[in-house]
């Protein structure tokens, strides 16, 4: 009908005024990668607490206020952002996901003494130094969470790239540490859902078509079965958590809270989390208190580099 019309043309220009100068797909993947360093440094306060001790300290948990076991200042993120940055610089480099660059990238942030680093980060890195491959030998052990904490910036330069190129370059950049199935169906798994949610998918179709495609083909990774609490590194109990918060929430605040509060590795269910919830309700979901909580550095670099990442997106030369 043509007031229908008219609506939709007068209520354009007021979404336009919060974010004169991006697009709506650049804002969403601002907000992808600031709800990841986000969720890291919300989540790192609890990093390795039980949901009792977190109740029995905070309440409830949900204020950026740094601490933790790593003794953190207020707003400091750990390796799930800074190596996802040292990944996202390596690939604008070159233009595309490169094994060698990725390698190189990881190496160079390890060097930087890292205020965390896993334990199957720092083995196959060491590795690489003497090997010099940089794809890690295939290892039913390494299905860690370190791999998909990372893969933010494969899915913003792949953007709109055939499925078949995405999940390559994601193969690559995740086995210089985790060589893995089900890192791998887990990483794919994430990318495919940023995408989905940046393309304005809603969260019904991107849980049928994504996350329940995932458990079909590996049923450990179910994740409504029991409500997850203290989950640990191990990639599986990351995405239940992760899945159980995002598909049963409906804001960026209630998403981040309900997985940080579940305690365990707190600060990558937050990260990944943060990135997927970012992907799907864009950067005026995040609440202005998280968003000036986050070091200023960090927020910056992350939105310079999703703005970048996002604009090599449909022309990676690989
Ligand atoms: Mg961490």
Redesign the pocket.
């Known amino acids: 009908m043509f007031w229908t019309g008219e609506l939709i043309a007068r209520s354009a220009p007021v979404r336009r005024r919060f974010t004169p100068e991006r697009s709506a797909l650049a804002d969403h993947a601002v907000a992808a990668y600031v709800g990841l360093a986000i969720g ?1 440094a919300l989540g ?1 306060t609890v990093e390795f607490m039980t949901p009792n001790e977190i109740r029995a300290q905070y309440k409830v948990h949900e204020d950026i206020t740094g601490g933790g076991w790593l003794r953190l200042k207020a707003g400091q993120v ?3 952002t800074t190596m996802s940055l040292a990944l996202g610089e390596a690939i604008l480099k070159k233009g595309h996901v490169d094994a060698h660059a990725a390698a190189e990238a990881f190496d160079a942030w390890m060097r930087g003494k890292p205020v ?1 680093i896993g334990n199957t980060v720092r083995r196959n890195l060491v590795s690489w130094r003497t090997s010099g491959n940089p794809e890690a030998p295939a290892s039913e052990h390494d299905a860690g969470n370190g791999a998909a904490m990372r893969v933010l910036p494969v899915a913003l330069a792949y953007y709109g790239q055939p499925p078949e190129n995405t999940i390559s370059a994601s193969r690559a950049q995740a086995h210089v540490t985790h060589h893995n199935t089900l890192s791998d169906a887990a990483c794919e798994t994430l990318i495919f859902m940023v995408q989905d949610f940046l393309a304005g998918r809603d969260a019904i179709e991107v849980e049928r078509e994504r996350a329940g495609p995932l458990v079909e083909k590996f049923p450990v990774f179910a994740w409504d079965r029991k409500h997850s609490e203290n989950p640990s590194g191990y990639i599986v109990d990351t995405l239940q958590a992760v899945f159980q918060s995002l598909f049963a929430t409906e804001c960026f605040e209630d998403c981040l809270i309900d997985v940080v509060n579940r305690g365990g590795d707190a ?2 269910t937050g990260a990944i989390a943060g990135m997927l919830a970012g992907a799907r309700y864009g950067l005026a979901a995040i609440p202005r208190r998280w968003l000036r909580g986050l070091d200023e550095l960090t927020r910056v670099r992350c939105e310079k580099q999703a703005e970048a990442l996002i604009s090599l997106a449909g022309s990676p030369s690989s």
């Open positions: 890291d790192a750990t390796d799930d965390d600060d990558t």
